[in-house]
């Protein structure tokens, strides 16, 4: 199996203000079942998502062009072409990509996949399960913390069989 990252036409549109931008699902096109893989385009002025991170995704990120900016938990940094950045699993791995250079940015998704994901939305105080098939099916699925509810909540012991 083979794919071009510049030919990843037609790309998954994100168009929500502040956080538009394009993703080529290259991992998806070469059939790639535990290595997540995805080429991002961010206009000037806009975010690739928002700050989060994942409790089993292990993610990289490599500049192909402009100059994006990253937030972890230490602030911002601007990249340049070439740098890579690593995102580890967890609290200390939450991260966020916005462009606020002149010209678009792109850059390639690397991440450990091949089993659901639960990420963490800290300023929006959600949290989303995700299972990202190629073929789209499977959970995804946001929650707010706020309607979190006890472990037995809703649950009512079994009858007696018969």
Known sequence: MTANINELDPLEERDHPGFKARRGRLGWKLRTERIGLGVWEVAPGEAAYPYHYHLTEEE???????TPSVRT????????????????????????????????ARFLAISTTG????????????????????????MFK???????????DGETPPARPG
Not at 60 to 66: F, P, R
Not at 91 to 104: F, K, L, S, V
């Open 60 to 66: 990289v990120a490599v500049v192909l062009a402009g």
């Open 142 to 152: 946001l929650w707010r913390d706020a309607d979190a509810v006890d472990y037995q």
């Open 73 to 104: 938990a230490d602030g911002w940094r601007v990249l340049a072409v070439g740098d890579a950045v690593a995102f580890p699993v967890g609290e200390r791995g939450a991260h966020q990509i916005a462009n606020w250079g002149e010209t678009t």
């Open 115 to 138: 089993a659901p994901d639960i990420v963490v939305y800290p300023e929006s105080g959600k949290v989303g399960a995700f299972e990202r098939f190629a073929d789209r099916r499977g």
